[in-house]
């Protein structure tokens, strides 16, 4: 099930299903480590005998956020019990604490006395053997915990504070399904204590006169001992609930109001998805500057993995989108991390300080992640990289110059990183060719060489160039620009297909020799959003086209396919559907659009790819990896730090672009056509 809603700190993150349950709740870094593991913490309802947890099936839902704020605005409503309830979510900017409002209308002409039951599935450590759970007596709370983590739960009525019905017990052991079955007849067993695999839940019972509604509050405070986790519930005790909610509503709006802008026309529904896409990307970044691709444990169903990894290539990209949209800040941190922190870690041959290139992705923390990349082909060695992945952060770092021009902030990025990961990709090139060794290419599905890592190559090497000159390194820039020159006229020699009358995805290698691929793939677009070529060069005006018209569904939900015949979660086989349609692909084909145009009419034909993209959006702005052909529901992980961030991107390609055209008559620039 894909994840909404999701709020966090750059510590804490916790990720919400379309039942509104958390299923992954991340603690101390953005992705690691997950005490959740997808398994549902559920939020239940006792009313004069009958019992409701929340959910799709039971109760109309609305998700949705606070305008403008990482706080959630969740309605529901039951068929059968008079209630309505209101639900506001947060986790603390500045502190590790979650808390819950929850406000219940009592819709009868009657008083009612309804009993909220909240559930809490911990799994210390990311995993479920050794935990406890207590009661407290001293703060009258449930505790949680397992070596270096402590999680405390308490609540508040508006006439009471701390927990008074509470149970503790077993799960999934020995035919035990979970404590919360307890709260199912309105009544807790109030165990003091249970150790082994266990869960939680805190009762509140409420009492609502005829039409009149009430408001209570639950959190949860994290950290990595008794004593700290004793003082947030202080802090939240002097504070107030209620004012936490509203110093996040307040914090978030000031901080979205950064990145605001003139948005140049575009219509509503992509204004707001751009703001929201700037909150929902920065629930996705740890603190220590590692973007993370997506926290959505329901993909480990495939090989017991997840997304929870800092690719390389994502993060560039990302970190560029907010750099340019008013956030050097994250930019910064995720440099720092490729360029400082990854690169402390060793693994096999790999560590950057020794041959200049970054691993597959990484773990929050900077280590090195898993890989299905291997290091071995036949009986040859070969490096289990992406190539773009070291170029585009090379990319990144330039630009991020660009926009701020403070050479003592990049100065610490240029040696040792620039300088060894540019001296590799000038190295690890085809004599013979001038391309790029084979390396995988970005769907990290086949081995080759790929036109749209060459192309980041090409913007790598110029980037490098840049920086080598602003550093007064005259022969490093030299041979940077002339490597980025060498390569660009390799892959118009060996990557353009004139049969094709375009360029090809790439040389594949088939039992160890090459082969030309001239399927029709997405990322040729990466010809264009890295610069490596103009948009309105014929050649590659073709390879665009037929990007177009091979790969966009003519049926259905509509959008841009991967490449032909992608199978990957393939959900439809038929011979109009070359694949499902991902969201990044279509922001793809809008900035090449945005790009070509000449003129403001030309530009205006990018708005129907943004329009489509918003609109495949959940109404909480999330959006996912790609979705289904004919219903449009979501398929794979969400959100999809990478949609977003090129969302992000192109909007403001578009408002640049709109910027530049708007002033030609001024400068007596004639259009021609």
Aim: with cysteine; hydrophobic share 40%; aromatic share 12%.
């Amino acid at each position: 099930m894909p994840r909404d809603l999701p709020i966090g700190n750059g510590s804490m993150l916790a990720a919400y299903d379309f039942d509104y349950q958390i299923r992954d709740f991340y603690y101390p870094r953005v992705g690691k480590e997950n005490h959740a593991l997808g398994h549902p913490w559920r939020f239940g309802v006792w009313l004069e005998g009958e019992f409701a947890w929340l959910n799709r099936d039971n109760w109309t839902l609305r998700r949705e956020y606070v305008p403008g704020a990482l706080v959630t605005s969740v309605t529901a409503s039951h068929p059968s019990l008079p209630l309505r309830l209101h639900f506001n979510d947060a986790i603390d900017y500045e502190k590790n604490i979650l808390v819950r409002r929850v406000r219940v209308e009592n819709l009868s002409s009657r008083p009612l006395v309804p009993r909220l039951f909240f559930h809490a599935d911990i799994n210390a450590l990311e995993n479920e053997i050794g935990d406890t759970v207590f009661f407290d007596p001293k703060n009258a709370c449930l505790i949680h915990y397992k070596g270096p983590r402590y999680f405390l739960m308490s609540c508040a009525t508006e006439t009471t504070l701390g927990v008074t019905y509470f149970a503790t017990g077993t799960k999934r052991h020995r035919g035990l399904e979970g404590t919360w079955r307890d709260a199912e007849n309105g009544l807790l067993g109030a165990n003091p204590i249970a150790q082994g695999a266990v869960d939680s839940v805190i009762g509140i019972h409420l009492q609502l006169a005829p039409g009149a509604d009430a408001v209570c509050h639950y959190w949860l405070a994290v950290g990595e001992n008794y004593h700290e986790v004793e003082e947030l519930h202080r802090f939240i005790t002097q504070v107030g609930a209620e004012s936490l909610i509203e110093r996040n509503i307040d914090y978030w709006r000031r901080w979205v109001a950064a990145g605001e802008r003139d948005f140049g026309g575009l219509p509503p529904l992509l204004a707001e998805c751009y703001r929201r896409s700037l909150l929902i990307l920065r629930t996705q970044i740890d603190r220590g500057g590692a973007v993370i691709a997506a926290n959505d444990t329901d993909i480990r169903q495939f090989n017991q993995d997840t997304y929870s990894y800092m690719w390389p290539r994502d993060g560039a990209i990302v970190a560029q989108a907010l750099d340019r949209a008013g956030y050097g800040s994250l930019c910064r941190r995720f440099l720092e991390f490729c360029t400082r922190k990854a690169v402390n870690y060793n693994y096999s041959a790999s560590i950057l300080a020794e041959t200049g290139f970054l691993m597959h992705k990484y773990n929050p923390d900077g280590s090195v992640g898993s890989s299905w990349q291997p290091w071995m082909q036949g009986e040859e060695m070969q490096l289990p990289i992406q190539e773009d992945e070291t170029a585009l952060v090379i990319w990144a770092i330039w630009n991020h110059y660009l926009i701020h021009r403070d050479i003592e902030a990049i100065r610490p990025f240029y040696s040792p990183f620039v300088e060894r990961a540019a001296d590799f990709l000038l190295g690890f090139r085809d004599d013979r060719t001038g391309l790029p060794l084979p390396s995988f290419d970005l769907w990290e599905e086949r081995r080759g060489v790929f036109t749209y890592t060459t192309a980041t190559v090409i913007a790598g090497l110029a980037a490098a160039s840049s920086l080598a000159a602003l550093f007064h390194e005259a022969e490093r820039a030299d041979a940077y620009r002339q490597g980025a020159d060498e390569v660009r006229a390799a892959l118009d020699t060996h990557l353009y297909s004139p049969g094709e009358g375009r360029f090809m995805r790439g040389i594949v290698i088939e039992n160890g020799l090459p082969k030309y691929d001239v399927t029709v793939d997405a990322s040729l677009l990466g010809l264009v959003i890295f610069g490596a070529y103009d948009a309105q060069d014929e050649r590659v005006a073709r390879t665009i086209q037929a990007v177009e018209e091979r790969l966009w569904l003519k049926t259905g939900s509509g959008g841009l396919a991967r490449y032909e015949g992608d199978n990957y979660q393939r959900m439809a086989t038929r011979g109009d559907v070359p694949g499902n349609p991902w969201v990044v692909c279509t922001l793809w084909l809008a900035q090449c659009r945005i790009a070509k145009a000449r003129d403001l009419r030309e530009l205006e034909l990018a708005v129907p790819l943004l329009v489509w993209v918003a609109e495949r959006a959940l109404a909480s702005g999330v959006l996912p990896e790609q979705v289904h052909p004919d219903s449009g529901e979501f398929i794979s992980v969400s959100p999809l730090t990478w949609s977003h961030g090129t969302f992000v991107a192109t909007v403001l390609d578009y408002l640049r672009k709109g910027q530049e055209l708007s002033a030609l008559p001024a400068l007596g620039v004639m259009d021609k056509g």
